[in-house]
């Protein structure tokens, strides 16, 4: 009985409340936009509402049992669960039937669950059980090497089953790598190579050329000399060797529009020469004015040149066809209304349609008329912003927003490595998930398929989020019930 009523004062009920909230509210979101004239009852077991009300009742049940297991449990069986969750990736690879394209769903009897959803908790407690062993420090990049690991595995198993919206997820970790030591320069590197492969891919597929040389690329190139530039103007201050970069990059570009006028030049490979030369250049100055600071800067600059070229080729060889016109479609390059653009524009008609006020509970028109495909899972948002409008939506968003920021609070306020770890890790998937989610219903993110945190239709999705919150609940809950 102690233990109980320890456990009653311990626990974080806001956070339970926000959960309970948005749970609630999914659930009459996904009766909204599943709703036709000829159900009779939110409680109809054969319609998605009812079966997500069954769902939502074994998710409570599944928050409870983990309320009562004792925490220290979770961290002495995390690499145990690890390898189970692997072992189940791989599993599902060879035996999971085919559904619209992917293999990840297991089916047992009446229910089929994916495993990949399980993967995010069991790759957070591995990561928050080896970043708390004894004498571990994330400071050099050889101490980035075994996270990786630990987190490429079940991102390359579940690639594998075609499910690559789900693998993205695991690079919300790099967050949580940050918030432990990683240095600002990974997520750097990170966000250059995005920018990079956008501009090249972005540009080259489109019909504007240069003679025989592509916009994108050329336009990758001045982003690697700007950043060149900007490194040595502004941050080291070593203004003389940055004009003198900019006036030979000014030099080669006039000199080769001269020549083109004459005899045809392919201007990507006098962007790429260009590059080139200015990197050797500053590997030069480093040599000779023992200046140490522009090496990495080198090896950047040409691991850059080397993404760009191959950009190309992970964009036609590597990523699926339905892939790449969501990626032509985010950028523009393909509008396709009546194809892999059809979601979207639909969505963006559903929620602006919605208005300030919305259209009010079951009176979507674009929800109602199945618009909308996968409007009750992954575009599960549209259906609020239609029948909510603006005030509904951001109302919901603003929730997220304060769920995140309870999150990262009970992280805060941890004790033990292991907790905290864990709990950023939570707040980064929660993160990426509702980021990505929102952004891709918007028309700002691209479409690879991910559910919205406790409102999207699915037992996997609404198992998995719950099992990762309560968790940090109950590993909170621990700091004062000792337990």
């Not at 220290?72 to 072992?87: E, K, P, Q």
């Not at 609020?384 to 997220?400: D, I, N, Q, R, T």
């Amino acid at each position: 009985m102690s233990r109980t009523i320890s456990m009653k004062y311990a626990l974080d009920w806001t956070t339970v409340g926000i959960y309970l909230f948005l749970v609630f509210f999914g659930w009459l979101n996904i009766y909204g936009a599943s709703y036709d004239f000829d159900q009779s009852s939110i409680f109809d077991f054969s319609q998605r509402a009812g079966k997500q009300f069954i769902w939502i009742l074994t998710g409570f049940g599944l928050a409870g049992a983990i309320l009562l297991i004792d925490s220290r449990l979770y961290s002495f069986f995390s690499y145990l669960f690890y390898v189970a969750i692997l072992l189940l990736l791989i599993v599902t690879i060879f035996v999971a039937a085919d559904v619209k394209g992917s293999r990840s769903w297991l089916e047992i009897g009446p229910v089929s669950f994916q495993p990949a959803e399980l993967a995010k908790t069991a790759t957070a407690l591995a990561l928050a059980k080896f970043m708390s062993s004894y004498n571990y420090k994330l400071k050099t990049w050889k101490d980035l090497i075994p996270l990786g690991v630990i987190v490429f595995i079940p991102f390359a198993l579940i690639i594998l089953q075609q499910e690559t919206g789900s693998a993205l997820v695991f690079l919300a970790f790099m967050l949580m790598f940050y918030r432990e030591g990683m240095k600002g320069l990974v997520l750097l590197l990170v966000v250059l190579a995005v920018v990079l492969f956008v501009v090249a891919i972005g540009f080259s597929q489109t019909f504007i050329q240069v003679d025989r040389g592509t916009v994108g690329m050329v336009m990758a190139m001045f982003i690697i000399l700007l950043i060149q530039f900007c490194y040595a103007f502004f941050f080291n201050r070593h203004r003389k060797e940055a004009l003198n970069l900019a006036l030979g990059a000014g030099f080669i570009a006039v000199a080769s529009y001269i020549v083109n006028i004459w005899v045809k030049v392919n201007y990507d490979y006098i962007a790429m020469g260009t590059v080139i030369l200015s990197t050797v250049y500053w590997i030069i100055i480093e040599m000779f004015n023992r200046y140490k600071k522009y090496f990495l800067l080198a090896v950047i600059s040409f691991g850059s040149l080397l993404f760009c070229f191959s950009a190309d080729y992970i964009f036609n060889e590597v990523l699926e066809p339905h892939q790449q016109v969501r990626i032509k479609v985010l950028l523009n390059m393909d509008e396709d209304l009546a194809g892999a653009g059809y979601n979207v524009n639909q969505s963006k008609i559903a929620i602006g349609s919605g208005g300030f006020l919305g259209k009010g509970f079951l009176n979507g028109t674009q929800t109602k008329l199945k618009y909308v495909p996968e409007q009750d899972t992954d575009f599960i948002f549209c259906t609020v912003g239609e029948e909510w409008g603006f005030v509904g939506s951001s109302a919901v968003l603003l929730l997220y927003l304060w769920l995140l920021f309870r999150i990262v609070q009970i992280a805060e306020r941890q004790r033990d490595a292991f907790n905290r770890i864990y709990g950023y890790c939570v707040a980064s998937i929660f993160f990426f998930h509702l980021a990505i989610n929102v952004g891709m219903v918007l028309g700002i993110m691209p479409v690879i398929g991910i559910p919205l945190p406790f409102l999207s239709y699915g037992g996997s999705s609404l198992w998995s989020f719950t099992i990762l919150l309560f968790i940090l609940l109950r590993l909170d809950a621990a700091r004062r019930t000792g337990s």
